[in-house]
Protein backbone atom coordinates (compact mmCIF):
# COMPACT_ATOMS: atom_id res chain seq x y z
CA UNK A 1 0.00 0.00 0.00
CA UNK A 2 0.65 3.48 -0.68
CA UNK A 3 -0.23 6.21 1.15
CA UNK A 4 -0.28 9.96 -0.41
CA UNK A 5 -0.88 13.11 1.56
CA UNK A 6 -1.61 15.94 -0.54
CA UNK A 7 -1.13 19.52 0.93
CA UNK A 8 -0.94 23.69 -0.32
CA UNK A 9 -4.29 24.14 -1.40
CA UNK A 10 -6.38 27.16 -0.57
CA UNK A 11 -7.89 30.33 -1.88
CA UNK A 12 -6.00 32.88 -4.14
CA UNK A 13 -6.31 35.75 -6.69
CA UNK A 14 -6.59 35.13 -9.90
CA UNK A 15 -3.30 35.77 -11.50
CA UNK A 16 -1.73 34.62 -7.96
CA UNK A 17 0.59 31.58 -7.52
CA UNK A 18 0.26 28.70 -5.75
CA UNK A 19 2.47 25.29 -4.69
CA UNK A 20 0.93 21.61 -4.07
CA UNK A 21 2.87 19.26 -2.71
CA UNK A 22 2.19 15.39 -2.44
CA UNK A 23 4.03 13.14 0.18
CA UNK A 24 4.04 9.51 -0.78
CA UNK A 25 4.90 6.73 1.98
CA UNK A 26 4.42 2.96 2.17
CA UNK A 27 5.54 0.84 -0.37
CA UNK A 28 6.78 3.93 -2.63
CA UNK A 29 9.33 1.45 -4.51
CA UNK A 30 6.61 -0.22 -6.06
CA UNK A 31 5.47 2.66 -8.29
CA UNK A 32 7.25 4.74 -10.62
CA UNK A 33 5.36 8.21 -11.97
CA UNK A 34 3.20 10.62 -9.66
CA UNK A 35 0.48 12.52 -11.76
CA UNK A 36 -1.44 15.34 -10.40
CA UNK A 37 -5.02 15.29 -11.83
CA UNK A 38 -8.22 17.64 -10.76
CA UNK A 39 -11.55 17.79 -10.71
CA UNK A 40 -14.13 20.61 -11.07
CA UNK A 41 -17.69 20.47 -9.72
CA UNK A 42 -20.27 18.40 -12.61
CA UNK A 43 -16.93 17.97 -14.52
CA UNK A 44 -15.05 14.68 -14.86
CA UNK A 45 -11.42 14.18 -13.71
CA UNK A 46 -8.90 15.49 -15.98
CA UNK A 47 -4.84 15.21 -15.98
CA UNK A 48 -2.71 18.32 -15.37
CA UNK A 49 0.91 16.91 -15.11
CA UNK A 50 2.96 13.83 -14.11
CA UNK A 51 6.65 12.75 -13.43
CA UNK A 52 8.70 10.14 -13.37
CA UNK A 53 10.33 9.24 -9.85
CA UNK A 54 13.40 7.80 -11.72
CA UNK A 55 13.93 10.00 -14.62
CA UNK A 56 12.24 12.62 -13.97
CA UNK A 57 10.85 12.66 -17.15
CA UNK A 58 7.79 14.90 -16.97
CA UNK A 59 4.37 15.08 -19.30
CA UNK A 60 1.70 18.01 -18.77
CA UNK A 61 -1.51 18.72 -19.97
CA UNK A 62 -1.30 20.87 -23.44
CA UNK A 63 -3.65 23.67 -21.79
CA UNK A 64 -1.41 24.25 -18.65
CA UNK A 65 1.97 23.84 -20.47
CA UNK A 66 3.90 27.20 -19.43
CA UNK A 67 1.57 27.74 -16.04
CA UNK A 68 2.02 24.70 -14.15
CA UNK A 69 4.86 23.02 -13.20
CA UNK A 70 6.15 19.36 -11.21
CA UNK A 71 9.37 18.47 -9.82
CA UNK A 72 9.79 16.09 -7.19
CA UNK A 73 12.14 15.16 -4.25
CA UNK A 74 12.94 11.61 -4.57
CA UNK A 75 14.63 11.77 -0.58
CA UNK A 76 11.62 13.29 0.56
CA UNK A 77 9.38 11.18 -1.51
CA UNK A 78 6.97 14.26 -2.33
CA UNK A 79 6.38 15.77 -5.71
CA UNK A 80 5.32 19.30 -6.23
CA UNK A 81 2.60 21.03 -8.43
CA UNK A 82 4.36 24.97 -9.03
CA UNK A 83 1.18 26.64 -10.46
CA UNK A 84 1.08 29.86 -11.77
CA UNK A 85 -0.71 33.12 -12.84
CA UNK A 86 -3.84 31.23 -12.18
CA UNK A 87 -7.66 31.57 -13.61
CA UNK A 88 -10.56 31.22 -11.76
CA UNK A 89 -11.41 27.91 -14.63
CA UNK A 90 -8.37 25.99 -12.62
CA UNK A 91 -10.55 26.34 -9.47
CA UNK A 92 -11.06 22.61 -8.47
CA UNK A 93 -10.32 19.91 -5.90
CA UNK A 94 -6.45 18.56 -6.86
CA UNK A 95 -5.67 15.11 -6.52
CA UNK A 96 -2.30 13.17 -6.79
CA UNK A 97 -1.55 9.85 -7.40
CA UNK A 98 0.85 7.16 -8.13
CA UNK A 99 1.52 4.03 -9.80
CA UNK A 100 3.49 2.59 -12.76
CA UNK A 101 1.18 4.19 -15.84
CA UNK A 102 3.03 3.12 -19.40
CA UNK A 103 3.79 5.96 -21.68
CA UNK A 104 0.15 5.99 -23.32
CA UNK A 105 -1.43 5.81 -19.99
CA UNK A 106 0.51 8.79 -17.81
CA UNK A 107 -2.20 11.14 -18.42
CA UNK A 108 -5.41 9.01 -17.68
CA UNK A 109 -6.94 8.00 -13.86
CA UNK A 110 -7.18 4.17 -14.43
CA UNK A 111 -3.09 4.51 -15.25
CA UNK A 112 -3.09 4.93 -11.20
CA UNK A 113 -3.03 3.04 -8.34
CA UNK A 114 -3.01 4.78 -5.18
CA UNK A 115 -4.76 8.76 -4.80
CA UNK A 116 -4.74 11.19 -1.98
CA UNK A 117 -7.64 12.44 -0.38
CA UNK A 118 -7.38 15.68 -2.66
CA UNK A 119 -7.31 19.53 -1.56
CA UNK A 120 -9.05 21.87 -2.87
CA UNK A 121 -7.75 25.26 -5.21
CA UNK A 122 -10.14 28.39 -5.30
CA UNK A 123 -9.35 31.00 -7.62
CA UNK A 124 -11.49 34.47 -7.61
CA UNK A 125 -11.88 36.73 -9.78
Known amino acids: QVQLIESGGGLVQAGGSLRLSCAAS????????MGWFRQAPGKEREFVAA????????WYADSLKGRFAISRDNAKNTVYLQMNSLKAEDTAVYYC??????????????????WGQGTQVTVSS
Open 97 to 114: ATGSPTRLRVGTPTGYDY
Open 51 to 58: IRWSSATT
Open 26 to 33: GRTFSTNA
